[in-house]
């Protein structure tokens, strides 16, 4: 079974290349033609990435990202989700890649079958990084304004947060 799914990607792209020729599509031009696109979306998405991570970072190093997780704190153990997953929410509607980062952190602190260890696991997948996603789909699409999108996918993390951590202490504890 094990070299099923490693054969998996090559025999869908041998699957994808033999339809094209069916098809009579001359599918390198179409590869190369699609990469090119690829490449104009990213040119436009660019600045707006740069200033997401830069602001990602700047609340990092700031401090600032400490204070409104000590701020916040009584609020989440009211709600049963544990402090020390502030960070996470915090970054993670900003940034994949330092969630990622938190959400790792945190693993190797507490460990992998810890309730802290299992609710970040479990929020890293239940939720998405809304301003990433947003600025980059928007972007590419050319909408300026989002209307209710940013709001919608605020309180879809928010949902996602709070099942995170009810989950996790059902199924595990």
């Given at each position: 079974?094990?070299?099923?799914?490693?054969?998996?990607v090559?025999?869908?792209?041998?699957?994808?290349?033999?339809?094209?020729?069916?098809?009579?599509?001359?599918?390198?031009?179409?590869?190369?033609?699609?990469?090119?696109?690829?490449?104009?979306?990213?040119?436009?998405?660019?600045?707006?990435l740069?200033?997401?991570?830069t602001?990602?970072?700047?609340?990092?190093?700031?401090?600032?990202?400490?204070?409104?997780?000590?701020?916040?704190?009584?609020?989440?153990?009211?709600?049963?989700?544990?402090?020390?997953t502030?960070?996470?929410?915090?970054?993670?509607?900003?940034?994949?890649?330092?969630?990622?980062?938190?959400?790792?952190?945190l693993i190797?602190?507490?460990?992998?079958?810890?309730?802290?260890g299992?609710?970040?696991?479990?929020m890293?997948?239940?939720?998405?990084t809304?301003f990433?996603?947003?600025a980059?789909?928007f972007?590419?699409?050319?909408v300026?304004?989002?209307?209710?999108?940013?709001?919608?996918?605020?309180?879809?993390?928010?949902?996602?947060?709070?099942?995170?951590?009810?989950?996790?202490?059902?199924?595990?504890?």
């Open positions: 079974m094990e070299s099923f799914f490693t054969m998996l090559p025999l869908i792209l041998c699957v994808v290349a033999l339809w094209g020729i069916l098809q009579r599509t001359d599918v390198y031009s179409a590869l190369a033609s699609g990469a090119g696109e690829g490449l104009k979306i990213i040119i436009k998405i660019f600045p707006a740069v200033g997401l991570l602001a990602v970072y700047m609340l990092r190093a700031s401090g600032t990202l400490d204070l409104m997780s000590k701020a916040l704190s009584p609020a989440l153990t009211r709600l049963g989700i544990p402090p020390e502030i960070g996470l929410m915090l970054i993670r509607p900003i940034s994949g890649s330092g969630a990622l980062g938190v959400g790792a952190e190797s602190t507490y460990g992998p079958d810890s309730l802290i299992r609710t970040a696991a479990v890293l997948g239940s939720t998405e809304t990433y996603t947003i980059v789909y972007g590419a699409a050319g300026s304004k989002t209307r209710y999108a940013i709001p919608a996918a605020l309180c879809a993390d928010i949902a996602g947060f709070l099942a995170a951590s009810w989950a996790v202490k059902l199924w595990f504890y």
